[in-house]
């Protein structure tokens, strides 16, 4: 009330004008300040969407370094399996017991030396077929001739590589074999001159064996024919395929050479492909590197998935707004300082004739507003502190989860090597030192692996890893948990065998799901029990972790491997299996659950060492 006085007093004094003054100066002011922080948020959006868009373009332009890379190795690895048997047909030409079988078709042991040479020929050089065309286009010798589907008295006079070797002296087709039903390369080449030929000969080659290769490594590639149809592909349902659009001539013609006899090209749909993009259903878009064959009219296109490229722009463009809306809250706070510290100082001036009467409530006032001042500038810190805690967040939650269990386990060993050295145990106590210190060097490595466990394009040094000592150290960790909580823990007892995997990292996973299954036992009312069980099979290992607790509620097993979600309602900070499958999926493992009232078990599947070409 005072205050208000005061006010009005000046007011009087002052003729009422100065007084009319502070409120329309203070709106006067806000206008200014209101445009210039809208201007600052423009400004924010729009280089957001410069950042994403130059992170994007920098994206793209890396995946298309590395499309180049794959373009020139699978093209080099494919042109050079062809190029191992380009000049056999031209080699076998020169055989004169190729030339007697031709010069005498009617005599039966020319023919019979002739089959027996392309058998061997066969054998010794890796081709699938050897076959020789006499010049009506009837085959007259071949590596088969013995077997079902053999090509001896076929008419191949109609195959582009019968009438260009004719004609060009070589050739090379592919084509799916209208004897066999087998697609391959045929490489063919003329015995004798161009006037008088006296015949052609052709070697099969199926590159089966590459899509296979392509496949199991993780390719997307295909390669396609000089009309746009793919024949060789690591994907099943791009196979056969046209890139684009066949017209009706180019239709007729490859009917016509029985290319791909018995495959409704015609029906077929062309690949979604439109600017080096192609969509996946279900899979996102994967960018296209587009090249040739060397020594062929063939089409090579390999592809890498779009979706980290994608998410980094997003990511760029998301930190980049969020630090200008940040940069925008800072200067408004730093100009409504101002303006408060503008206003005070033009008050003051104003009442310094009312001091001597109003000393009192003007030294309220004051201390008033400098507690206001105070709470101000504390909030204004507690918000930047918050901002900066806001981008350690998620690291610093994982670091406290995984430090907190290892601390844990640390103090029961310690507790024990106090016990032992209270009892005059010598021989218990120093190994009971050397767990400790084996656990402060595990600490040290958590520590060092959670530093950079954020980024999930950190490399990982993966070799083979004997399970039994990862298995054995998991347990000798959690023994001490497990006797706290009265549950039996059962260990396999065969030899285990070597997974493809880093060693530190799968001692944590074993040990947080160890621990998770002990936990989980204890809150079920019936003997507590953990088994460890080691499924082996031809390509992976399963490693199943089975607990007799209550299992999974259903409401939660969608949603229990992400951050903070826990089954523990007031435990833990729910980043325990988050963790495990983040460093699985840097193993090239995977983690499910199978759950149900009888208790959950835990499936780690890794792949076996030995799968991988890993030497164990």
């Not at 009888?598 to 499936?603: D, F, L, N, R, S």
Request: glycine residues 10%.
């Amino acid at each position: 009330m005072g205050w208000i006085a005061a006010r009005r007093a000046a007011g009087a004094a002052g003729g009422g004008a100065t007084g009319a003054a502070a409120p329309g100066l203070v709106t006067g002011a806000a206008r200014p300040r209101m445009a210039l922080l809208g201007a600052m948020a423009l400004g924010s959006v729009l280089a957001a969407g410069g950042a994403g868009m130059a992170s994007w373009r920098a994206a793209i332009t890396a995946l298309d370094a590395r499309l180049d890379d794959r373009l020139s190795i699978t093209a080099h690895g494919l042109g050079s399996e062809v190029e191992r048997l380009r000049h056999l047909p031209r080699v076998l030409g020169e055989d004169p017991r190729l030339r007697a079988a031709l010069d005498r078709p009617a005599d039966m042991a020319s023919v019979a030396d002739a089959n027996d040479y392309l058998r061997r020929m066969r054998d010794l050089t890796g081709a699938d077929e050897v076959y020789l065309v006499a010049p009506s286009g009837v085959t007259l010798a071949s590596s088969n001739w013995d077997q079902p589907g053999s090509f001896v008295g076929m008419n191949y006079g109609f195959r582009p590589y019968f009438l260009q070797a004719i004609e060009h002296g070589v050739a090379y087709y592919y084509a799916i074999g209208v004897t066999t039903g087998r697609p391959g390369v045929f490489l063919s080449a003329r015995i004798g001159p161009a006037g008088a030929p006296a015949g052609v000969a052709v070697v099969k080659m199926e590159l089966g064996r590459m899509e296979t290769a392509w496949a199991r490594a993780g390719e997307l590639t295909a390669v396609a024919d000089a009309d746009g149809v793919v024949f060789l592909s690591s994907v099943a349902g791009w196979r056969f395929r046209p890139l684009a659009p066949l017209d009706a001539a180019g239709l007729d013609r490859i009917g016509r050479e029985q290319r791909y006899a018995g495959l409704p090209l015609a029906a077929a749909e062309p690949l979604p492909v439109r600017d080096r993009v192609m969509s996946r259903p279900g899979q996102g878009q994967v960018r296209l590197g587009l090249g040739t064959v060397p020594g062929t009219d063939w089409r090579l296109m390999v592809a890498l998935p779009m979706a980290d490229a994608r998410m980094q722009a997003l990511l760029v463009a998301a930190v980049t707004g969020a630090a200008g809306f940040l940069l925008s809250a800072f200067a408004l706070a730093w100009m409504q300082r101002r303006q408060i510290l503008r206003l005070r100082l033009e008050e003051a001036d104003r009442l310094e004739p009312l001091v001597e009467e109003r000393t009192r409530e003007l030294a309220q006032e004051v201390e008033e507003r400098r507690r206001a001042e105070a709470e101000l500038l504390h909030t204004q810190e507690s918000l930047i502190h918050a901002a900066k805690l806001a981008v350690l967040g998620r690291m610093s939650a994982a670091i406290v989860h995984e430090v907190g269990q290892s601390l844990s386990a640390l103090d029961n060993n310690l507790a024990a090597a106090e016990l032992h050295g209270a009892r005059g145990a010598a021989d218990r106590l120093a190994p009971a030192l050397g767990r400790s210190r084996a656990m402060l060097r595990r600490l040290q490595g958590v520590v060092a692996r959670l530093r950079s466990f954020g980024s999930r394009q950190v490399p990982v040094a993966l070799g083979p890893v004997a399970l039994g000592p990862v298995v054995a150290t998991a347990a000798e960790l959690v023994d001490p948990r497990a006797r706290e909580l009265g549950a039996r823990l059962d260990l396999p007892q065969d030899a285990l065998p070597m997974v493809l995997g880093d060693a530190p990292r799968l001692e944590q996973v074993l040990t947080n799901l160890i621990l998770n299954a002990l936990e989980a036992s204890a809150r079920a009312d019936r003997p507590r029990r953990v088994a460890v069980a080691i499924c082996p099979g031809p390509d992976a290992v399963e490693i199943r972790i089975t607990d007799s607790g209550p299992g999974i509620p259903p409401a939660m097993q969608a949603e229990v491997m992400e951050p903070f979600v826990t089954t523990r309602a007031g435990e833990g900070l729910g980043l325990g299996l988050y963790i495990v499958q983040s460093l699985l999926e840097q193993m090239q493992g995977a983690l499910r659950f199978d759950s149900g009232p009888a208790g959950t078990t835990a499936i780690v599947r890794l792949p076996v060492a030995l799968a991988r070409g890993v030497a164990a």
